[in-house]
Protein backbone atom coordinates (compact mmCIF):
# COMPACT_ATOMS: atom_id res chain seq x y z
CA UNK A 1 0.00 0.00 0.00
CA UNK A 2 1.50 3.68 -0.80
CA UNK A 3 -0.21 6.66 0.76
CA UNK A 4 0.47 9.56 -1.52
CA UNK A 5 0.92 13.28 -0.06
CA UNK A 6 0.18 12.24 3.33
CA UNK A 7 0.66 15.35 5.81
CA UNK A 8 2.36 13.89 8.78
CA UNK A 9 1.53 14.98 12.43
CA UNK A 10 3.43 12.77 14.77
CA UNK A 11 6.52 13.52 16.86
CA UNK A 12 6.94 16.31 13.86
CA UNK A 13 5.05 17.67 11.16
CA UNK A 14 5.76 16.98 7.45
CA UNK A 15 4.61 16.18 4.00
CA UNK A 16 5.69 13.08 2.49
CA UNK A 17 4.35 9.06 0.94
CA UNK A 18 4.35 6.50 3.11
CA UNK A 19 4.71 3.09 1.92
CA UNK A 20 3.54 -0.14 3.79
CA UNK A 21 4.51 -3.76 3.11
CA UNK A 22 2.96 -6.72 5.09
CA UNK A 23 2.53 -5.02 8.40
CA UNK A 24 5.32 -2.47 8.42
CA UNK A 25 6.53 0.98 7.05
CA UNK A 26 8.76 0.00 4.85
CA UNK A 27 9.55 3.54 3.73
CA UNK A 28 8.82 7.28 4.42
CA UNK A 29 9.93 9.61 1.28
CA UNK A 30 9.59 12.20 -1.18
CA UNK A 31 7.71 11.48 -4.21
CA UNK A 32 7.41 7.27 -3.48
CA UNK A 33 6.40 5.19 -6.52
CA UNK A 34 4.14 2.72 -6.49
CA UNK A 35 4.86 -0.95 -7.46
CA UNK A 36 3.07 -3.24 -9.24
CA UNK A 37 -0.81 -3.87 -8.25
CA UNK A 38 0.22 -1.51 -5.33
CA UNK A 39 -2.95 0.12 -3.60
CA UNK A 40 -2.50 3.55 -4.00
CA UNK A 41 -4.31 6.08 -1.61
CA UNK A 42 -3.93 9.77 -2.04
CA UNK A 43 -4.14 11.61 1.26
CA UNK A 44 -4.04 15.11 -0.04
CA UNK A 45 -5.81 17.60 2.05
CA UNK A 46 -6.20 15.09 4.79
CA UNK A 47 -3.40 14.69 7.84
CA UNK A 48 -1.73 11.17 8.70
CA UNK A 49 -1.17 10.43 12.10
CA UNK A 50 -0.25 7.38 14.00
CA UNK A 51 -3.02 5.03 14.97
CA UNK A 52 -4.90 6.30 18.23
CA UNK A 53 -4.70 4.16 21.06
CA UNK A 54 -7.36 3.78 23.90
CA UNK A 55 -6.48 1.79 26.67
CA UNK A 56 -10.17 1.97 28.42
CA UNK A 57 -13.05 0.34 26.30
CA UNK A 58 -15.99 -1.98 27.26
CA UNK A 59 -16.84 -4.57 24.61
CA UNK A 60 -19.40 -6.49 26.96
CA UNK A 61 -18.53 -10.47 25.09
CA UNK A 62 -19.25 -12.83 26.56
CA UNK A 63 -22.35 -11.73 28.50
CA UNK A 64 -23.86 -8.35 27.66
CA UNK A 65 -24.01 -8.78 23.89
CA UNK A 66 -27.03 -6.48 23.21
CA UNK A 67 -24.99 -3.81 24.60
CA UNK A 68 -22.02 -4.63 22.26
CA UNK A 69 -19.86 -6.94 21.11
CA UNK A 70 -16.13 -7.34 20.51
CA UNK A 71 -17.42 -6.82 16.35
CA UNK A 72 -18.92 -4.35 16.52
CA UNK A 73 -16.87 -2.54 19.44
CA UNK A 74 -13.55 -2.91 17.07
CA UNK A 75 -15.32 -1.68 14.23
CA UNK A 76 -16.70 1.05 16.33
CA UNK A 77 -13.06 2.19 17.85
CA UNK A 78 -11.62 1.94 14.08
CA UNK A 79 -14.36 4.05 12.76
CA UNK A 80 -12.91 6.74 15.62
CA UNK A 81 -9.29 6.33 13.64
CA UNK A 82 -8.21 3.33 16.75
CA UNK A 83 -5.71 0.78 16.08
CA UNK A 84 -5.23 -0.63 19.68
CA UNK A 85 -7.77 -0.43 22.27
CA UNK A 86 -7.33 -2.13 25.63
CA UNK A 87 -11.07 -4.18 26.78
CA UNK A 88 -12.16 -4.18 30.45
CA UNK A 89 -12.66 -7.25 31.80
CA UNK A 90 -16.07 -6.33 33.97
CA UNK A 91 -17.81 -9.30 31.51
CA UNK A 92 -19.94 -12.29 32.36
CA UNK A 93 -18.03 -14.93 33.20
CA UNK A 94 -15.69 -12.84 34.52
CA UNK A 95 -12.37 -13.87 32.72
CA UNK A 96 -10.15 -14.41 35.98
CA UNK A 97 -9.07 -18.08 34.86
CA UNK A 98 -6.75 -19.29 32.09
CA UNK A 99 -9.87 -21.62 30.87
CA UNK A 100 -12.04 -18.03 30.62
CA UNK A 101 -9.46 -15.73 29.20
CA UNK A 102 -8.10 -17.59 26.10
CA UNK A 103 -11.10 -17.94 24.67
CA UNK A 104 -11.83 -13.94 24.74
CA UNK A 105 -8.16 -13.16 23.44
CA UNK A 106 -9.24 -15.53 20.54
CA UNK A 107 -12.14 -13.68 20.05
CA UNK A 108 -10.24 -10.11 20.51
CA UNK A 109 -8.14 -11.02 17.27
CA UNK A 110 -10.39 -13.19 15.31
CA UNK A 111 -13.51 -10.64 15.21
CA UNK A 112 -11.60 -7.57 14.98
CA UNK A 113 -9.36 -5.56 11.99
CA UNK A 114 -7.60 -3.23 14.87
CA UNK A 115 -5.91 -5.06 17.73
CA UNK A 116 -7.52 -5.72 20.95
CA UNK A 117 -5.65 -6.01 23.80
CA UNK A 118 -7.41 -7.41 27.39
CA UNK A 119 -7.33 -6.73 30.98
CA UNK A 120 -7.82 -9.73 33.35
CA UNK A 121 -9.51 -8.79 36.95
CA UNK A 122 -7.27 -7.75 39.82
CA UNK A 123 -9.86 -10.50 42.06
CA UNK A 124 -11.80 -13.30 41.27
CA UNK A 125 -15.39 -11.87 39.59
CA UNK A 126 -14.35 -8.37 40.46
CA UNK A 127 -15.08 -9.36 44.20
CA UNK A 128 -12.83 -7.51 46.84
CA UNK A 129 -11.17 -10.60 48.71
CA UNK A 130 -9.06 -13.04 46.60
CA UNK A 131 -6.88 -11.96 44.19
CA UNK A 132 -6.38 -13.64 40.81
CA UNK A 133 -3.43 -15.69 39.75
CA UNK A 134 -1.68 -13.10 38.03
CA UNK A 135 0.94 -15.16 36.52
CA UNK A 136 -0.87 -17.54 35.55
CA UNK A 137 -3.20 -14.87 33.44
CA UNK A 138 -0.23 -12.91 31.95
CA UNK A 139 1.10 -15.91 30.66
CA UNK A 140 -2.10 -16.53 28.65
CA UNK A 141 -1.53 -13.64 27.38
CA UNK A 142 -3.37 -10.61 29.73
CA UNK A 143 -2.06 -6.81 29.25
CA UNK A 144 -2.46 -6.27 33.09
CA UNK A 145 -5.21 -6.37 35.61
CA UNK A 146 -8.53 -4.11 36.31
CA UNK A 147 -11.50 -4.42 38.24
CA UNK A 148 -12.95 -1.58 36.36
CA UNK A 149 -16.71 -1.23 37.21
CA UNK A 150 -15.79 -1.60 40.77
CA UNK A 151 -13.25 -0.19 43.17
CA UNK A 152 -11.18 -2.49 45.29
CA UNK A 153 -12.55 -2.25 48.48
CA UNK A 154 -10.13 -3.87 50.91
CA UNK A 155 -6.79 -2.33 51.43
CA UNK A 156 -4.87 -5.35 51.89
CA UNK A 157 -6.18 -7.19 48.89
CA UNK A 158 -5.20 -3.89 46.65
CA UNK A 159 -1.78 -4.28 48.81
CA UNK A 160 -1.21 -7.99 47.54
CA UNK A 161 -2.09 -7.38 43.87
CA UNK A 162 0.01 -4.59 43.75
CA UNK A 163 2.83 -7.03 45.48
CA UNK A 164 2.19 -9.40 42.57
CA UNK A 165 2.02 -7.39 39.58
CA UNK A 166 5.05 -5.50 40.60
CA UNK A 167 6.75 -8.57 40.14
CA UNK A 168 5.07 -9.40 36.88
CA UNK A 169 6.10 -5.78 35.97
CA UNK A 170 2.34 -5.35 34.97
CA UNK A 171 0.29 -2.96 35.57
CA UNK A 172 -2.63 -2.19 37.95
CA UNK A 173 -5.16 -0.45 36.52
CA UNK A 174 -7.94 1.06 38.93
CA UNK A 175 -11.15 1.83 39.15
CA UNK A 176 -11.32 4.18 42.29
CA UNK A 177 -14.04 4.21 44.59
CA UNK A 178 -14.80 3.99 47.85
CA UNK A 179 -18.31 2.36 47.77
CA UNK A 180 -19.27 3.25 51.48
CA UNK A 181 -19.33 6.59 50.38
CA UNK A 182 -21.38 6.04 47.33
CA UNK A 183 -24.77 6.28 49.28
CA UNK A 184 -26.24 5.37 46.38
CA UNK A 185 -25.64 8.35 44.32
CA UNK A 186 -26.13 8.93 40.86
CA UNK A 187 -24.53 12.43 40.24
CA UNK A 188 -22.18 14.84 41.05
CA UNK A 189 -22.62 15.90 44.91
CA UNK A 190 -23.19 19.83 44.22
CA UNK A 191 -25.45 22.32 43.55
CA UNK A 192 -27.16 20.66 40.05
CA UNK A 193 -27.97 16.94 42.18
CA UNK A 194 -29.66 19.57 44.73
CA UNK A 195 -31.71 21.30 41.93
CA UNK A 196 -32.87 18.10 40.26
CA UNK A 197 -33.36 16.35 43.68
CA UNK A 198 -30.75 13.73 42.93
CA UNK A 199 -28.58 12.10 45.81
CA UNK A 200 -25.14 12.99 45.11
CA UNK A 201 -21.64 11.43 45.23
CA UNK A 202 -18.80 12.99 46.41
CA UNK A 203 -15.30 13.98 44.97
CA UNK A 204 -13.67 11.95 47.96
CA UNK A 205 -14.99 8.45 46.87
CA UNK A 206 -12.48 9.07 44.50
CA UNK A 207 -9.72 10.77 45.98
CA UNK A 208 -9.60 9.39 49.13
CA UNK A 209 -8.88 5.51 47.70
CA UNK A 210 -6.56 6.90 45.31
CA UNK A 211 -4.55 8.50 48.31
CA UNK A 212 -5.01 4.78 49.89
CA UNK A 213 -3.67 3.19 46.40
CA UNK A 214 -0.56 5.56 45.71
CA UNK A 215 0.53 4.68 49.47
CA UNK A 216 0.82 1.35 48.47
CA UNK A 217 2.16 1.69 44.87
CA UNK A 218 5.07 3.99 46.40
CA UNK A 219 5.13 0.58 48.69
CA UNK A 220 5.52 -1.97 46.15
CA UNK A 221 6.80 -0.20 42.95
CA UNK A 222 4.02 -1.27 40.69
CA UNK A 223 2.96 0.41 37.60
CA UNK A 224 -0.40 1.50 38.92
CA UNK A 225 -2.67 3.43 36.52
CA UNK A 226 -5.66 6.02 37.76
CA UNK A 227 -8.66 5.26 35.27
CA UNK A 228 -11.39 8.30 34.44
CA UNK A 229 -9.46 10.80 37.02
CA UNK A 230 -12.52 12.99 37.85
CA UNK A 231 -11.57 15.53 40.57
CA UNK A 232 -9.23 18.40 41.35
CA UNK A 233 -7.83 16.10 44.67
CA UNK A 234 -7.03 13.50 42.53
CA UNK A 235 -4.44 15.59 40.68
CA UNK A 236 -3.46 17.48 43.24
CA UNK A 237 -2.49 13.37 44.87
CA UNK A 238 -1.21 12.44 41.69
CA UNK A 239 0.88 15.77 40.66
CA UNK A 240 2.42 15.09 44.10
CA UNK A 241 2.93 11.28 44.17
CA UNK A 242 4.95 11.61 40.40
CA UNK A 243 6.67 13.93 42.31
CA UNK A 244 8.19 11.73 44.94
CA UNK A 245 8.76 9.48 42.30
CA UNK A 246 5.44 7.24 42.47
CA UNK A 247 5.31 5.05 39.28
CA UNK A 248 2.25 6.38 38.43
CA UNK A 249 0.09 7.08 35.16
CA UNK A 250 -3.11 8.58 34.50
CA UNK A 251 -6.46 8.36 32.46
CA UNK A 252 -8.88 11.11 31.57
CA UNK A 253 -12.53 10.45 29.37
CA UNK A 254 -13.03 12.66 26.67
CA UNK A 255 -16.29 13.80 28.50
CA UNK A 256 -14.80 15.26 31.52
CA UNK A 257 -12.27 17.48 29.40
CA UNK A 258 -15.10 18.51 27.77
CA UNK A 259 -18.32 18.51 29.95
CA UNK A 260 -18.91 19.50 33.19
CA UNK A 261 -21.90 18.90 36.00
CA UNK A 262 -23.30 22.64 34.68
CA UNK A 263 -23.50 21.12 31.13
CA UNK A 264 -26.55 18.29 32.56
CA UNK A 265 -30.10 19.64 31.05
CA UNK A 266 -31.74 18.17 33.56
CA UNK A 267 -32.63 14.62 34.06
CA UNK A 268 -31.04 13.02 31.17
CA UNK A 269 -29.42 9.90 31.80
CA UNK A 270 -27.05 10.22 28.31
CA UNK A 271 -25.02 12.33 30.88
CA UNK A 272 -25.32 9.59 33.63
CA UNK A 273 -21.69 8.10 33.76
CA UNK A 274 -19.38 7.09 36.52
CA UNK A 275 -17.13 8.23 37.76
CA UNK A 276 -19.59 11.35 37.43
CA UNK A 277 -19.20 14.85 35.60
CA UNK A 278 -17.97 17.26 38.52
CA UNK A 279 -17.78 21.00 39.01
CA UNK A 280 -16.24 23.51 36.87
CA UNK A 281 -12.96 23.99 38.85
CA UNK A 282 -12.74 20.29 38.87
CA UNK A 283 -13.31 20.06 34.85
CA UNK A 284 -10.17 23.33 34.90
CA UNK A 285 -7.96 21.14 36.87
CA UNK A 286 -8.42 18.00 34.81
CA UNK A 287 -7.29 20.22 31.68
CA UNK A 288 -4.36 21.65 33.62
CA UNK A 289 -3.33 18.29 34.52
CA UNK A 290 -3.71 17.11 31.26
CA UNK A 291 -1.56 20.08 29.92
CA UNK A 292 1.23 19.60 32.62
CA UNK A 293 1.58 15.71 32.12
CA UNK A 294 0.04 15.21 35.51
CA UNK A 295 -2.87 13.07 33.54
CA UNK A 296 -0.67 11.37 31.09
CA UNK A 297 -3.19 10.13 28.63
CA UNK A 298 -6.85 10.55 27.43
CA UNK A 299 -9.16 7.04 27.41
CA UNK A 300 -13.22 7.10 26.33
CA UNK A 301 -13.87 4.52 29.12
CA UNK A 302 -16.81 3.58 25.82
CA UNK A 303 -19.31 1.82 27.76
CA UNK A 304 -22.04 1.03 25.97
CA UNK A 305 -25.59 0.21 27.32
CA UNK A 306 -28.84 -0.71 25.44
CA UNK A 307 -31.64 2.08 24.41
CA UNK A 308 -33.70 0.72 27.63
CA UNK A 309 -31.27 1.00 30.00
CA UNK A 310 -30.67 4.55 29.12
CA UNK A 311 -34.01 6.34 28.89
CA UNK A 312 -35.73 7.52 31.91
CA UNK A 313 -34.35 9.20 35.00
CA UNK A 314 -30.80 9.46 36.67
CA UNK A 315 -31.96 7.24 39.08
CA UNK A 316 -32.44 4.37 37.51
CA UNK A 317 -30.79 4.38 34.06
CA UNK A 318 -27.34 2.38 34.01
CA UNK A 319 -23.53 4.09 34.36
CA UNK A 320 -21.75 5.15 30.85
CA UNK A 321 -21.54 6.60 27.80
CA UNK A 322 -20.24 5.45 24.52
CA UNK A 323 -16.88 7.19 23.48
CA UNK A 324 -14.82 5.37 20.96
CA UNK A 325 -16.79 6.93 17.46
CA UNK A 326 -17.42 10.43 18.96
CA UNK A 327 -13.88 11.30 21.03
CA UNK A 328 -11.45 12.44 18.48
CA UNK A 329 -13.90 15.00 16.59
CA UNK A 330 -15.42 16.44 19.82
CA UNK A 331 -11.65 16.81 21.47
CA UNK A 332 -10.16 18.21 17.95
CA UNK A 333 -13.18 20.40 17.76
CA UNK A 334 -13.34 21.91 21.62
CA UNK A 335 -9.92 22.03 22.26
CA UNK A 336 -7.89 21.90 19.38
CA UNK A 337 -9.55 24.33 17.19
CA UNK A 338 -10.18 26.67 20.22
CA UNK A 339 -6.12 26.74 20.53
CA UNK A 340 -6.29 25.39 24.18
CA UNK A 341 -4.24 22.34 23.09
CA UNK A 342 -2.22 21.56 19.88
CA UNK A 343 -2.80 18.91 17.32
CA UNK A 344 0.69 17.47 18.13
CA UNK A 345 -0.90 17.36 21.68
CA UNK A 346 -3.65 15.67 21.14
CA UNK A 347 -2.46 13.30 19.07
CA UNK A 348 0.52 12.52 21.80
CA UNK A 349 -2.12 11.82 24.55
CA UNK A 350 -4.28 9.56 22.26
CA UNK A 351 -1.44 7.75 20.65
CA UNK A 352 2.39 8.30 21.61
CA UNK A 353 1.86 8.14 25.21
CA UNK A 354 -0.32 5.76 25.75
CA UNK A 355 1.69 3.79 23.65
CA UNK A 356 4.60 4.15 25.64
CA UNK A 357 3.51 4.22 29.45
CA UNK A 358 1.64 0.67 28.42
CA UNK A 359 4.77 -0.46 25.99
CA UNK A 360 2.31 -0.96 23.12
CA UNK A 361 2.81 -1.02 19.28
CA UNK A 362 2.44 2.22 17.35
CA UNK A 363 2.04 5.86 18.78
CA UNK A 364 4.62 6.53 15.87
CA UNK A 365 5.24 6.57 12.45
CA UNK A 366 8.58 5.31 11.89
CA UNK A 367 10.41 3.58 9.32
CA UNK A 368 10.41 -0.57 10.23
CA UNK A 369 7.35 0.74 12.96
CA UNK A 370 4.10 -1.10 12.76
CA UNK A 371 1.65 0.46 10.13
CA UNK A 372 -0.86 1.38 12.56
CA UNK A 373 -2.51 4.81 10.99
CA UNK A 374 -5.22 7.46 10.88
CA UNK A 375 -6.04 9.62 7.73
CA UNK A 376 -8.43 12.42 9.15
CA UNK A 377 -10.23 14.85 7.61
CA UNK A 378 -10.17 18.00 9.44
CA UNK A 379 -11.77 20.25 7.15
CA UNK A 380 -15.38 19.25 6.81
CA UNK A 381 -18.03 19.85 9.72
CA UNK A 382 -20.72 17.82 10.21
CA UNK A 383 -23.20 16.81 12.84
CA UNK A 384 -22.80 13.94 15.42
CA UNK A 385 -25.41 11.35 14.26
CA UNK A 386 -25.96 7.79 15.82
CA UNK A 387 -27.10 6.27 12.75
CA UNK A 388 -23.66 6.48 11.51
CA UNK A 389 -22.02 4.91 14.42
CA UNK A 390 -20.94 0.83 14.22
CA UNK A 391 -21.45 1.03 18.36
CA UNK A 392 -25.15 -0.96 19.28
CA UNK A 393 -24.69 1.66 21.83
CA UNK A 394 -26.09 5.01 21.38
CA UNK A 395 -25.72 6.55 24.68
CA UNK A 396 -24.09 9.75 24.28
CA UNK A 397 -24.59 13.37 25.42
CA UNK A 398 -22.67 14.56 21.82
CA UNK A 399 -25.66 13.48 19.42
CA UNK A 400 -26.21 16.42 17.81
CA UNK A 401 -23.24 18.53 18.32
CA UNK A 402 -21.28 20.36 15.08
CA UNK A 403 -17.96 18.92 14.95
CA UNK A 404 -14.68 18.49 12.36
CA UNK A 405 -12.28 15.44 12.26
CA UNK A 406 -13.71 12.73 10.44
CA UNK A 407 -11.77 9.16 10.01
CA UNK A 408 -10.72 8.80 6.38
CA UNK A 409 -8.91 5.61 6.71
CA UNK A 410 -7.89 3.51 9.76
CA UNK A 411 -4.57 1.25 9.22
CA UNK A 412 -3.88 -1.45 11.38
CA UNK A 413 -0.89 -3.50 11.39
CA UNK A 414 -0.93 -2.82 7.80
CA UNK A 415 -4.63 -3.58 6.88
CA UNK A 416 -7.41 -1.18 6.10
CA UNK A 417 -9.44 -1.81 9.25
CA UNK A 418 -12.18 1.34 8.06
CA UNK A 419 -12.11 3.19 4.97
CA UNK A 420 -14.73 5.74 4.91
CA UNK A 421 -16.90 4.92 1.80
N1 LIG B 1 -17.99 4.31 33.37
C1 LIG B 1 -19.21 3.87 33.54
O1 LIG B 1 -20.08 4.66 33.90
N2 LIG B 1 -19.54 2.58 33.34
C2 LIG B 1 -18.66 1.51 33.03
C3 LIG B 1 -17.89 1.02 34.21
C4 LIG B 1 -16.71 1.87 34.56
O2 LIG B 1 -15.98 2.37 33.69
O3 LIG B 1 -16.42 2.04 35.74
C5 LIG B 1 -19.47 0.34 32.45
O4 LIG B 1 -18.94 -0.77 32.37
O5 LIG B 1 -20.60 0.61 32.00
ZN1 LIG C 1 -14.41 2.60 35.88
ZN1 LIG D 1 -14.76 1.71 32.32
Same mark, same amino acid.
Given at each position: ????? /? ?25 ? /? ?22 ? !??? +????? =?? #?? *?? #? ?11 ? =? ?24 ? =?????? !? ?24 ? /? ?52 ? @? ?12 ? @???? @? ?15 ? *? +? ?15 ? *? ?20 ? %? ?5 ? +?? +? /????? @? ?27 ? &? $? ?16 ? &??? #? ?18 ? &? ?24 ? $? ?5 ? %? ?6 ? %???? #? ?19
Amino acid at each position: MLIKH /AHIVSDTEYMADIQITDHIISAIGQSL /APRDHEQVIDATGAIVMPGLIDVH !VHF +REPGF =TD #KE *TI #KTGAAAAAHGGFT =TVVAMSNLKPVPDTVETLKPLLEKNQ =TDAKIT !VLQFAPITHDLHSDQVVDMAALQAAG /ALGFSNDGVGVQDADTMYQAMQQAAKLHAPIVAHIEDASLMHGGVINAGPVAKK @LNLPGIINQTESSQ @LARD @LELAAATGVHYHACHVS *T +RQSVDLIREAKKRGVNV *TAEVSPHHLLLDENNIPGDNPM %FKMNPPL +RS +R /ADHLA @LLEGLQDGTLDMIATDHAPHTAAEKTGSF &K $TAAFGIVGSETAFSTLYT &KLV #KSKMFTLKQLIARMSTIPAE &KFDLPGGHITVSGPADLTIMDLDTPY $TIDPADW %FSKGKNSP %FIGD #KVNGQTLYTISQGQIAYARA
